[in-house]
Nanobody
Framework: QVQLVESGGGLVQAGGSLRLSCAAS????????MGWFRQAPGKEREFVAA????????SYADSVKGRFTISRDNDENTLYLQMNSLKPEDTAVYYC????????????????????WGQGTQVTVSS
């Protein structure tokens, strides 16, 4: 059974930083690209960042490019999202997810391309 557990969310002032983690189990972690999404109240879930199954390729939403960094540790089966220069508009529940296809060559931005999801972790940025 695949399980994804996010942690690291919290309350931070604008301009601050947070590091989210996503611990994965139940799947060969290193064979799947992974991503982060977020959902603010009253809004649709939106793509934040993705990373290829083999360390190297990344993709970011324009709204977070230059401020957020996605990374992974395949030995520890853990996905990370380093968030710097946080803004109030970054406030949302953040979810990690695995890409549906093994060894995906393209990093998808649509949530339908992801099959397993964590429970989410709340990030709140105060102004």
């Amino acid at each position: 059974q695949v399980q994804l557990v996010e942690s690291g969310g919290g309350l931070v002032q604008a301009g601050g930083s947070l590091r989210l983690s996503c611990a994965a189990s139940g799947r060969t972690f290193s064979s799947y690209a992974m991503g982060w999404f977020r959902q603010a109240p009253g809004k649709e879930r939106e793509f934040v960042a993705a990373i290829s199954w083999s360390v190297g390729r990344t993709s970011y939403a324009d709204s977070v490019k230059g401020r957020f960094t996605i990374s992974r540790d395949n030995d520890e089966n853990t996905l990370y999202l380093q968030m710097n220069s946080l803004k109030p508009e970054d406030t949302a529940v953040y979810y990690c997810a695995t890409v549906r296809r093994m060894f995906a060559a393209v990093l998808p931005v649509r949530y339908r391309e992801y099959d397993y999801w964590g429970q989410g972790t709340q990030v709140t940025v105060s102004s």
